[in-house]
């Protein structure tokens, strides 16, 4: 017998085993192009999206490179799991990684030529290439390398991770288009819910896309999607996850997109959320990276980075690997002090007031100005300076100087008129506008700044910046600052409480001289002449922001203690001590505001504001926890007196538009400022429980109303708080409390001020207007 030929084709065979088992160990080994390291295979790098999240568990918003967040398998919709192994993979609980049976159905489909023979990839495979993407190849021979290297991915992940975890990772990583990385995110932006919460047809119409997004995609093929759709519900019932009843049934539903446009100017608090992000990246100040003239903003990011965990968080520390963390790709959860229903009552304000009333109003007066929006104080020559300096300040000048055009070429852009979205209180409009008219138009538009704060935490409730992020981006809560006027006047009074004066102490209401520093003699002067010459309480004087007793209650300390007391309150704002300091000339945000006010409420204790309670990595260990920041700064009598004299202001002075038009009569204390022209309308409310305060001006301070009746404090800022306050208090969740100031234990006292004189509510006009410097 010949045993040759034996001998040859065991050899062959062997060899050719030996030569399969080689070839794959250098597959393995990378010998062929590159392979994922085992400790690569274990921890699958993947950007994922930081979240944002209110006190309330309500989903603010995400920082990322893109849009993706984790789920867990059991976040999972079923109707997602049957879907994907129907339509992708029917074996994929039998096969370890690759699927013969598969392999052998799509060899036979090229034989026969039959194009739906379907595909060999398995769930793994597939998760192989999205976790380890495909490189450039140079030949064919490049991609069936690849092709190889994919089977031992994937063999290698069946045994690093259960077939539940592979699943979990493949609905984690896949792209979904339209900034929806991921299931979590396309779930909510295709149709606002959440993974669990899928619908069998929304869960197909997901998993269909995975065949090919860019193809299957439901804003821009709808018809294409819904058939893709369909042939994954059939396959739902071809292999029984799905009754031939149902098919029948869901197969004429339309897809039923409830579309949510990613986009970080938009959704709720997007102020905030900038002033997180910003906050938290920020870099160490050196003073060689301000301006000369940004003295004042080096030192207050200087006292923020030594004093402020959160300020320059993700410099500050490391995460184990030595590398600093990354809100963009990190995946942590920020969990925020903003409760959602608060921010979204102050967002409500702000449109109701200024969208319905207050930009109305100002709209109709400057129609019979001169050079509208500007005031006819400003001349012809004055105007056409401001408009230059604003194209020099904008973004679009800097971009076309670094091109190298001179400044007339500059000045030609400027006039070309371009086509344009723009803002109206309406919705935004398309138009034909120059860069010039677009700067004129929003120039007339009045800013807001508003922030609410539980006085006893120092945790911020409610923060909105501006009338609208995407065309305002401007932060006039922490970023701007402006006059604050004779809402400076309560640091004035708390050193005369201090000192041991009362409420119901008289002064002469008579003009107060100050002799300057250069000999010249400076008196204060009133905008009424209400009981000139008469003796009246420190109430009614701070209840009609009065600045003869003003100065009456400087003479008795001085403009150096002033400062130090608002300092001591928390404002770090450059402060002039001189005599008119109590005119409020001084520019303070309304974030230093909101947190001097919070000493008054917490008995004389003042709490920085918080913004962060905790933030988690992407593995929901707790990484950094806020710690309150307080100091006493005066007793708890003092601030008690405080508080009866902003009630005052309330009661009977020049915020009593309060109670009279809004209702509100529960104990309140207030404090309105009015700065000179009226380009600055203040309101600082204070509660127990809430201190809230609010600015309102344009953006340029020759931009404003002309008569005080439309332009003080108590028309233009007041309202929203007052709008505010009301939705608080409607809303019973929240319990917020409604009752008195607790008075100091063992404090005997009569505040029951003798001001019968007053006229009291019949003259409600003439008791706001005396609000001005």
Known sequence: ???????????????GILLVVFFFAGVSKGTFGFMPSFEELENPQSSLATEVYSSDSILLGKFYYQNRSFVKYEELSPYLVDALIATEDVRYKEHSGV???????????????????????????QLAKMLFPREHFKNKLDIVFRKFREWVIAVNLERSYTKEEILTMYFNKYDFLNLAVGIKSAANVYFNTTPDSLKIEQAAMLVGMAKNSSYYNPL?????????????LSQMVKYDYLSSQQYDSLKNTPLGIDYQKVDHKRGMAPYFREYLRTSLTANKPQREHYPT?????????????????????????????????????????IYTTLDSRMQKYAEEAVSEHLGLDLQKAFDREKEKHRNPPFSDDLSNEDVEHNMELSMKRSERYRVLRKKGLSLDSIREVFKTPIKMKIFTWTGERDTLFSPNDSMLYYKGFL?????????????????????NYKHFMYDMVTKGKRQV????????????????????DKVPNIPQTFILPDGTPWASRNSTSKKTGEMVTLRWGLAHSVNNISGWVLKQTTPESVV????????????????????????????EMVGAYGTFADKGVYIKPRFIEKIEDSKGNIIA????????????????????LLQGVVQRGTGIRARLKYGLNNPIGGKTGTTQNHSDGWFMGVTPELVSGVWVGAEDRAIHFEEIRLGQGANMALPIWALYMQKVYADKQLNIYQGNFEKPRGMILNLNCDDSSDTKNKDLKQSEEEDFF
Request: charged share 20%; hydrophobic share 35%.
């Open 485 to 504: 006027g004779s809402t400076i006047k309560p640091f004035l009074y708390t050193l005369a409480m201090k000192e041991g004066l009362s409420p119901c």
């Open 1 to 15: 017998m010949n045993k040759k030929p034996l001998i040859i084709f065991w050899s062959v065979f062997l060899i």
């Open 625 to 644: 926890q806020s710690i309150p920041q307080k100091r006493e700064v005066m007793s708890e009598k003092t601030a008690y007196l405080m508080t009866n």
């Open 293 to 333: 003239y940004a003295y004042q903003r080096f030192v207050e990011d200087s006292l923020e980075w030594e004093n402020n965990p959160f300020y320059g968080w993700c410099n500050k520390n490391q995460k184990a690997d030595s590398t600093p963390y990354n809100i963009y790709k990190d995946g942590l959860k």
């Open 564 to 591: 130090a007391m608002a300092h001591k309150m928390g404002v770090i704002s450059r402060m002039d001590p001189v005599p008119s300091i109590f005119l409020g000339t001084s520019e303070i945000s309304v974030y």
């Open 99 to 125: 699927d013969i049976r598969g392999l052998m159905r799509v060899l036979k489909g090229l034989a026969t030529g039959n194009k739906n023979a379907g595909g060999g990839s398995t769930i793994s495979q």
């Open 220 to 232: 821009r093929r709808p018809e294409l999607t819904l058939e893709r759709r369909n042939v994954v």
């Open 447 to 467: 800013r807001v700044g508003f922030m609410s704060m539980v006085p006893q935490t120092g945790e911020v409730r409610a923060y909105v910046g501006g009338p």
